[in-house]
């Protein structure tokens, strides 16, 4: 890996203070660097250039037993824990990788480009999911190993990039077509040679173990600054699972960033960090040159607003198993929903919210308010907050709310400054009130707080005094019969309903409501 070169804009004061062994966010936001620096013109004649230069590794092998074809254009991208011909100076103050390397996958994301090249759909999977492994054979000892369950970034270590491919195939229905594993190398001066990008937080973000420390609001970070922002991992409660928000809410920026011009206008600033991006990246021997440019073809014409993002849904975040330790379990009925709506092509977020021109999912619309009761659960997203400081009551809280219907965003995390509030609060955009009402219906004893801007997500900050959601109360009743204007077409009836805790990139961008 000589053609590697570390970034060189980390002075030591903008170094975080203590290192950490995960590295999760570098390696998925250099991918998608990668490819929003392929759409441009300028990026091109690099990209041609630099693709036979390509690691390219055998990870996609056949076999009756995988998924059918759908039409779509899946990659698998991971991240890796790779760290051969990186000198230990390097790892230690430039890349603060503590620890050994685990030679397994840091990051796994499954993006999927519709048929039609018009939408783009990213899932996170978490790194300690406790799946099904298939049977492979060991790659030191030749010896064949049963199939057995395990931490999904095990199998990497266990069989390399085609037992991955074969592990997430199994479990997801999904076919995989094109593997991308990412090396960190090139995420520092990525964002640099983009002018740095936006992120966006309405509150303050601190993170002693990384450096973190952004105030609330909108905040332009350099290289340095976003390698802070997407290993945080100590910002709150929500430990590895708040960080992959963060890293979608990065990539989403990004991509609307990209979309909107800026820097990638200017091809005198792609040359260098094409050659680095590149360079640090393996894919599949499959995704030859001119893949590579179609691929980069069919990705100029995506924005924010037509890339969705969810992580898997998850049931246990602390399932103890021997020899593996902590692991995670997936919500089985979430995770196959959301499969099969990557499976089928719909928008994760619904199909009015795919709509141009239509509200965001709950939004009331000048003039027309709804009948009351009329927002049924699954259109009601929710993010939930620890304010008891209650150890594990922010997931039993957001468990609860999704098994009764709400889209909640999986991902609960603690409230701002801790506390030990007794009485729940739902905090809401009053432009969401016809939404409230059926959270409100759920949650009757919590107090009801309108926060301007808020946007369609609501905050249910959990107190000690939280009771659980009200037998039947979440359900939006029918409107009523003497009111047909009220009820919804039938074509609107039929449209598929949004996943759980999946979100548009465009409610991610900064500025949006």
Same mark, same amino acid.
């Given at each position: 890996?000589?053609?590697?070169?570390?970034?060189?804009?980390?002075?030591?004061?903008?170094?975080?203070?203590?290192?950490?062994?995960?590295?999760?966010?570098?390696?998925?936001? !250099?991918?998608?660097?990668?490819?929003?620096? +392929?759409?441009s013109c300028g990026g091109w004649?690099?990209?041609? $250039?630099?693709?036979?230069?390509?690691?390219?590794?055998?990870?996609?092998?056949?076999?009756?037993?995988?998924?059918?074809?759908?039409?779509?254009?899946?990659?698998?991208?991971?991240?890796?824990?790779?760290?051969?011909?990186?000198? *230990?100076?390097?790892?230690?103050?430039?890349?603060?990788? %503590?620890?050994?390397?685990?030679?397994?996958?840091?990051?796994?994301?499954?993006?999927?480009?519709?048929?039609?090249?018009?939408?783009?759909?990213?899932?996170?999977?978490?790194?300690?999911?406790? @799946?099904?492994?298939?049977?492979?054979?060991?790659?030191?000892?030749?010896?064949?190993?049963?199939?057995?369950?395990?931490?999904?970034? /095990?199998?990497?270590?266990?069989?390399?990039?085609?037992?991955?491919?074969?592990?997430?195939?199994?479990?997801? %229905?999904?076919?995989?077509?094109?593997?991308?594993?990412?090396?960190?190398?090139?995420?520092?001066?990525?964002?640099?040679?983009?002018?740095?990008?936006?992120?966006?937080?309405?509150?303050?973000?601190?993170?002693?173990?990384?450096?973190?420390?952004?105030?609330?609001?909108?905040?332009?970070?350099?290289?340095?600054?976003?390698?802070?922002?997407?290993? #945080?991992?100590?910002?709150?409660?929500?430990?590895?699972? !708040?960080?992959?928000?963060?890293?979608?809410?990065?990539?989403?920026?990004?991509?609307?960033?990209?979309?909107?011009? $800026?820097?990638?206008?200017?091809? +005198?600033?792609?040359?260098?960090?094409?050659?680095?991006?590149?360079?640090? @990246?393996?894919?599949?021997? %499959?995704?030859?040159?001119? *893949?590579?440019?179609?691929?980069?073809?069919?990705?100029?014409?995506?924005?924010?607003?037509? +890339?969705?993002?969810?992580?898997?849904?998850?049931?246990?975040?602390?399932?103890?198993?021997?020899?593996?330790?902590?692991?995670?379990?997936?919500?089985?009925? $979430?995770?196959?929903?959301?499969? *099969?709506?990557?499976?089928?092509?719909?928008?994760?977020?619904?199909? #009015?919210?795919? #709509?141009? %021109?239509?509200?965001?999912?709950?939004?009331?619309?000048? !003039?027309?308010?709804?009948?009351?009761?009329?927002?049924? &659960?699954?259109?009601?997203?929710?993010?939930?907050?620890?304010?008891?400081?209650?150890?594990?009551? !922010?997931?039993?809280?957001?468990?609860?709310?999704r098994k009764a219907g709400f889209?909640?965003?999986?991902?609960?995390?603690?409230?701002?400054?801790?506390?030990?509030? /007794?009485?729940?609060?739902?905090?809401?955009?009053?432009?969401?009130?016809?939404?409230?009402?059926?959270?409100?219906?759920?949650?009757?004893?919590? *107090?009801?707080?309108?926060?301007?801007?808020?946007?369609?997500?609501?905050?249910?900050?959990?107190?000690?005094?939280?009771?659980?959601?009200?037998?039947? +109360?979440?359900?939006?009743?029918?409107?009523?019969?003497? /009111?047909?204007?009220?009820? #919804? &077409?039938?074509?609107?009836?039929?449209?598929?309903?949004? @996943?759980?805790?999946?979100?548009?990139?465009?409610?991610?961008?900064?500025?949006?409501?």
């Open positions: 890996m000589s053609h590697q070169r570390p970034p060189e804009r980390l002075s030591a004061t903008d170094r975080p203070r203590r290192p950490h062994r995960r590295r999760w966010g570098r390696w998925a936001a !250099g991918t998608l660097s990668f490819s929003v620096l +392929a759409t004649a690099v990209l041609n $250039g630099v693709g036979s230069s390509l690691d390219r590794v055998d990870a996609i092998g056949g076999g009756s037993d995988r998924p059918a074809d759908d039409g779509a254009q899946t990659f698998l991208v991971v991240g890796t824990d790779d760290r051969e011909g990186i000198p *230990e100076s390097t790892l230690k103050d430039v890349l603060h990788a %503590g620890g050994e390397s685990c030679h397994c996958t840091d990051t796994m994301m499954i993006v999927q480009l519709s048929a039609d090249r018009g939408r783009a759909t990213v899932v996170s999977v978490p790194r300690d999911s406790y @799946v099904d492994i298939p049977a492979h054979q060991d790659p030191a000892t030749g010896k064949q190993v049963a199939a057995g369950k395990g931490k999904i970034n /095990a199998a990497y270590g266990m069989g390399g990039a085609p037992l991955t491919v074969r592990t997430v195939e199994q479990n997801t %229905g999904l076919r995989i077509d094109h593997y991308v594993e990412v090396n960190f190398l090139g995420f520092v001066s990525t964002v640099d040679a983009l002018g740095g990008v936006e992120v966006c937080t309405p509150k303050p973000l601190k993170d002693d173990y990384s450096g973190l420390d952004l105030p609330a609001g909108t905040t332009r970070l350099d290289g340095a600054g976003a390698l802070r922002y997407v290993r #945080a991992r100590h910002v709150d409660g929500s430990s590895d699972l !708040g960080r992959m928000h963060r890293q979608q809410k990065f990539l989403a920026q990004l991509l609307h960033q990209a979309s909107s011009g $800026g820097t990638l206008l200017n091809p +005198a600033r792609l040359g260098g960090v094409m050659d680095t991006v590149l360079r640090s @990246v393996k894919v599949d021997k %499959g995704l030859g040159n001119a *893949e590579l440019l179609q691929f980069a073809s069919s990705l100029k014409d995506l924005s924010a607003s037509n +890339a969705d993002f969810a992580t898997v849904p998850l049931s246990t975040v602390d399932h103890q198993v021997p020899g593996w330790g902590s692991t995670v379990l997936w919500d089985e009925k $979430g995770a196959q929903a959301l499969f *099969e709506a990557v499976l089928a092509g719909r928008p994760l977020t619904g199909a #009015a919210a795919a #709509a141009p %021109g239509s509200p965001a999912p709950g939004a009331v619309p000048a !003039g027309a308010a709804p009948a009351a009761g009329t927002i049924p &659960p699954g259109e009601v997203r929710v993010q939930v907050l620890n304010g008891a400081g209650v150890q594990g009551l !922010g997931f039993r809280v957001d468990a609860e709310l889209a909640t965003t999986g991902t609960p995390a603690n409230a701002p400054g801790g506390g030990a509030a /007794a009485r729940t609060v739902i905090r809401y955009d009053p432009r969401w009130d016809e939404s409230l009402k059926t959270l409100a219906a759920a949650l009757p004893e919590a *107090e009801q707080v309108a926060v301007a801007g808020l946007g369609p997500t609501f905050q249910v900050v959990a107190g000690s005094e939280y009771r659980g959601p009200a037998d039947g +109360a979440a359900t939006a009743a029918p409107a009523p019969a003497a /009111a047909p204007a009220a009820a #919804a &077409p039938a074509a609107a009836r039929s449209e598929p309903a949004a @996943v759980a805790g999946a979100e548009s990139g465009s409610a991610f961008a900064c500025g949006a409501s």
